[in-house]
């Protein structure tokens, strides 16, 4: 039972033996600073069951704990604020409890039922950029942090790989391309990703040839020629026919391989694979069900729609009248297939920017409509868009930062920062590049995913990386110190000593209290689907080391007993933050 639990217990057996009167619950909060105590009663709520003036019924509910409970040594009572001090037994308790946990905060598994969650999920017309940078990021995390929690977890993504946006690149590489293949210096996502630019560069000059020509722009961004023949290119795709599917797959295939290093070089994985391609053809199998069972209506011109109006929302076509596929029909076909393929799916997790908020609505509605019960557990991870202080990216105009060029001059900069501290000079060259790496991942990351993913992220390389305030690399270079005091450590604690009749330094007490929250934290952020929990957690906690290490010796304590605490106490601090950045997706060093 945590402290927390153990206090609102003794607080309503208070209540029920001083005013014969049942709390539901206790409301807590953290002790401010300014005053003695340790863990902090919210007296006011209880005036609904109680009544009377909330200090003296702080003061009585006080006392009543001080005669009754043994881990309770002192309280005082501002206004409605009962701030209650705990005897150090049970943070000595706690501590041993924990100390030698390398995995502490994480929980085994405990729900037969597993959630699929979804990141990526790119278009293969283009790399991946800044942006698709904070979708895998949070997706990756989330699962992580999901599994910590004690979920069963599925990571996966649905790649766009049909549609008139694939076939602008691929029409596009046919009129200009000249035969050009990926090379070691131009990866295949950018040498697609480069046709598209080239198509939409082809389609604005048509687009004012036609304006000259006396069409309004309305007439003449539907009638350039170029749009016409992608539109051709896609019914003649969604037919097979063998010339359109052929170029298809090459250019698939070149993107395919470009992401996968992508991927690698950012440190994210996936579980399972799926491809619009193919359950494009699944949705429109239940497209046709639903027509007969009356989800959805067909129109005169033969496009089929789902009226949503009942529900506050609008009508969605989910058929075009050509009979092509919308981006709808893919969706609802993923979501079934995935079912079909891990029938232990209770969940999924979409991990899909904010301008996506009604389509997951309506997605998540029809899936209702279509009587299947586990479309209740499916959440839009929605979030902000990152901007660059240039402003917003457009990838058809190629002003899009890209993810491998951000990832390399994320390495950079760490070098840069770090040559100029001078902290490396007993590094070999190999060495000085895996940190360089390490430091950069670690302040992109950590300044993505400290953000609340609903927010919007203005994001500055240069004050990410910065080795003070709340960065990654700050938090990786505490870990490294840590890791140097234990090296340097004699203490000869063993795994099985037990800490007991220390009387605590006010920052050791703090650093415990904090590592005492970690579960929750871990529960909390898988709850929200917030990454953010767990970073600014992490943050605390390393604020509050540091605190403890500048004014406790630690290998200098005055007794050994006080020493091989403080090693084990820091040793502790180190396994946390480990833990924390892992679920995180970033890396520690050992040494910076």
Request: glycine share 6%; charged share 25%.
């Amino acid at each position: 039972m945590s402290l927390q639990d153990t206090i609102e217990f003794q607080v309503k057996s208070a209540v029920k033996a001083l005013f014969q009167s049942e709390l539901e619950s206790v409301e807590f909060q953290a002790t401010r600073k300014e005053f003695a105590g340790d863990i902090t009663v919210v007296v006011f709520p209880m005036l609904r069951v109680v009544k009377g003036n909330p200090a003296i019924i702080g003061e009585q509910i006080g006392q009543y704990l001080l005669d009754h409970v043994d881990l309770v040594i002192g309280f005082n009572v501002v206004r409605g604020f009962l701030n209650i001090e705990i005897n150090d037994v049970h943070y000595l308790n706690f501590f041993n409890s924990i100390k030698d946990n390398s995995t502490y905060g994480y929980v085994d598994q405990k729900d037969d039922k597993a959630v699929m969650v979804e990141y990526s999920s790119p278009n293969t017309n283009k790399p991946l950029h800044l942006g698709h940078v904070r979708n895998v990021l949070l997706g990756y995390s989330v699962a992580e942090i999901l599994k910590a929690s004690g979920k069963k977890v599925y990571k996966t993504q649905i790649i766009n790989d049909r549609g008139i946006h694939i076939c602008k690149s691929m029409l596009a590489y046919q009129k200009f391309g000249a035969n050009e293949t990926p090379t070691e210096t131009l990866k295949g996502d950018k040498l697609v990703g480069n046709y598209y630019v080239k198509f939409d560069q082809a389609y604005k000059a048509e687009i004012a040839e036609l304006i000259a020509q006396g069409q309004s722009e309305e007439a003449a961004k539907k009638n350039a020629p170029i749009l016409l023949e992608a539109q051709q290119m896609l019914i003649k795709w969604e037919a097979g026919d063998d010339a359109v599917v052929a170029l298809w797959k090459k250019m698939n295939q070149w993107v395919y391989d470009g992401f996968d290093v992508t991927y690698k070089n950012i440190g994210v994985d996936f579980d399972a694979y799926y491809y619009e391609s193919d359950t494009y053809l699944l949705g429109k199998e239940f497209v046709a069900e639903g027509l007969k069972s009356g989800v959805f209506f067909k129109k005169e011109d033969g496009s089929v729609w789902c009226d949503l109006t009942s529900d506050g929302l609008d009508e969605k076509i989910v058929l075009r009248s050509d009979g092509t596929a919308v981006y709808m029909t893919q969706d609802i076909g993923t979501a079934i297939q995935r079912i079909k393929d891990y029938p232990d799916v209770g969940g999924m997790v979409y991990t899909v920017g904010n301008e996506q908020d009604y389509h997951f609505k309506v997605l998540f509605l029809i899936l209702k409509k279509l009587g299947f019960d586990w479309a209740k557990n499916l959440f839009h991870l929605s979030y902000g868009m990152v901007d660059l202080p240039s402003g917003k990216m457009k990838s058809r105009e190629g002003t899009v930062v890209d993810a491998d060029d951000l990832i390399q001059e994320m390495a950079d900069t760490a070098e840069e920062i770090s040559e100029e501290l001078g902290k490396l000079e007993d590094y070999n060259q190999t060495e000085k590049e895996t940190l360089y790496k390490t430091i950069g991942l670690g302040a992109l990351k950590y300044y993505i995913l400290k953000v609340d993913p609903k927010k919007r992220i203005l994001f500055d390389p240069k004050e990410s990386i910065d080795f003070q305030g709340n960065t990654g690399p700050f938090i990786q270079y505490t870990y490294a110190r840590i890791q140097s005091i234990l090296r340097k450590s004699t203490s000869t604690s063993s795994e099985d000593e037990v800490f007991s009749g220390l009387t605590l330094h006010e920052k050791e007490k703090q650093l415990i209290k904090q590592l005492e929250l970690f579960p929750e934290v871990i529960q909390n952020a898988a709850e929200q689907h917030s990454p953010a929990v767990v970073a600014n957690y992490t943050y605390e906690l390393v604020k509050d080391f540091n605190s403890f290490y500048q004014n406790v010796s630690i290998l200098g304590a005055d007794t050994d007993l006080e020493k091989s605490f403080r090693v084990a106490l820091s040793k502790s601090v180190s396994h946390t933050i480990k833990n924390a950045f892992q679920v995180l997706g970033i890396e520690v060093p050992e040494r910076m």
